[in-house]
């Protein structure tokens, strides 16, 4: 094997955390993948992978490097298949962001996004946990709220507006709250991202909406996702004079001298979308 071909294969053992699998999938002979990145690992100096009887786990050196390697392939392929494919935009991109943007936003428009850029291979990871990006070989993330001082480069997408409100049955039980005084007869639930979920703030997750579909309380939350249930009346939204101030959202990505034209393309559309959706980055003013 090439330089090339070991980094491929240090890859795929690493993300199926199996010689065998990899030799499976592959048709390598898992002698000739062990050397290979034993190879890989002597260039490099230093350990890459932890073998044991039952599976192959990164090191903290191999997750960068993991994370490198994928840029560095990826970035090959759509230079490989840039003339092949007519100039078409070529790769594999890996991005995660919260569960309830790509649930509701996102996934029901891939379709054409896709069908558009049919050479495009899309890895959407969707979770309400702060994934590393660098570590875990993200190309770019969104998120939804305040950011945290990092190295990563930020990009305004738009805002979510933000409500007030709680189920119907719970003001029906405790009344309808008409000032902030009200409140103090009220109960209120909170979203704590750090109990269960990593650290930082996302966007407030499925159990924190069940609970205010269930009476626990009243709620803040973006308002996109919840039209359905507020139109059929199981949500009623409340003081409206004084809602929250929206979530700002944003793409991360780490700090290159160019950026790879797959990821480019990805955040220019899902601005779009955004936009479409939401108002886009001139929201930030709205209230």
């Given at each position: 094997?090439?330089?090339?071909?070991?980094?491929?294969?240090?890859?795929?053992?690493?993300?199926?955390?199996?010689?065998?699998?990899?030799?499976?999938?592959?048709?390598?002979?898992?002698?000739?993948?062990?050397?290979?990145?034993?190879?890989?690992?002597?260039?490099?100096?230093?350990?890459?992978?932890?073998?044991?009887?039952?599976?192959?786990?990164?090191?903290?050196?191999?997750?960068?490097?993991?994370?490198?390697?994928?840029?560095?392939?990826?970035?090959?392929?759509?230079?490989?298949?840039?003339?092949?494919?007519?100039?078409?935009?070529?790769?594999?991109?890996?991005?995660?962001?919260?569960?309830?943007?790509?649930?509701?936003?996102v996934?029901?428009?891939l379709?054409?996004?896709?069908?558009?850029?049919?050479?495009?291979?899309?890895?959407?990871?969707?979770?309400?946990?702060?994934?590393?990006?660098?570590?875990?070989?993200?190309?770019?993330?969104?998120?939804?709220?305040?950011?945290?001082?990092?190295?990563?480069?930020?990009?305004?997408?738009?805002?979510?507006?933000?409500?007030?409100?709680?189920?119907?049955?719970?003001?029906?039980?405790?009344?309808?709250?008409?000032?902030?005084?009200?409140?103090?007869?009220?109960?209120?639930?909170?979203?704590?991202?750090?109990?269960?979920?990593?650290q930082?703030?996302?966007?407030?997750?499925?159990?924190?909406?069940?609970?205010?579909?269930?009476?626990?309380?009243?709620?803040?939350?973006?308002?996109?996702?919840?039209?359905?249930?507020?139109?059929?009346?199981?949500?009623?939204?409340?003081?409206?004079q004084?809602?929250?101030p929206?979530?700002?959202?944003?793409?991360?990505?780490?700090?290159?001298?160019?950026?790879?034209?797959?990821?480019?393309?990805?955040?220019?559309?899902?601005?779009?979308?955004?936009?479409?959706?939401?108002?886009?980055?001139?929201?930030?003013?709205?209230?």
């Amino acid at each position: 094997m090439d330089q090339l071909d070991a980094m491929r294969a240090f890859v795929r053992v690493a993300e199926l955390e199996s010689f065998t699998r990899c030799a499976e999938q592959t048709g390598i002979p898992k002698a000739t993948l062990s050397a290979a990145i034993r190879r890989l690992e002597e260039r490099m100096g230093t350990r890459l992978l932890l073998r044991t009887t039952r599976r192959v786990q990164l090191t903290t050196d191999g997750q960068l490097c993991y994370a490198r390697c994928r840029e560095l392939l990826a970035d090959m392929e759509e230079f490989d298949g840039l003339f092949r494919q007519g100039g078409q935009i070529s790769g594999q991109l890996r991005v995660d962001m919260p569960s309830r943007m790509a649930r509701h936003l996102v996934i029901p428009a891939l379709p054409d996004f896709l069908a558009q850029h049919p050479a495009l291979q899309l890895m959407l990871s969707s979770t309400d946990r702060r994934v590393d990006l660098v570590r875990e070989g993200f190309d770019c993330v969104v998120r939804v709220g305040g950011l945290e001082p990092s190295s990563l480069v930020a990009r305004p997408l738009g805002h979510y507006r933000q409500i007030n409100c709680a189920s119907a049955g719970y003001l029906a039980r405790h009344g309808v709250p008409r000032t902030l005084g009200d409140l103090a007869g009220h109960r209120l639930v909170h979203y704590g991202p750090g109990f269960g979920a990593g650290q930082g703030r996302s966007e407030p997750g499925f159990e924190y909406l069940a609970a205010a579909l269930a009476g626990l309380g009243i709620i803040q939350m973006p308002r996109v996702g919840v039209e359905s249930l507020l139109a059929g009346g199981e949500l009623v939204s409340i003081l409206p004079q004084w809602q929250p101030p929206p979530l700002p959202i944003h793409a991360l990505y780490a700090h290159r001298r160019q950026l790879a034209p797959r990821v480019q393309l990805f955040i220019h559309w899902l601005a779009g979308l955004l936009a479409a959706h939401l108002g886009g980055a001139s929201e930030a003013a709205a209230p």
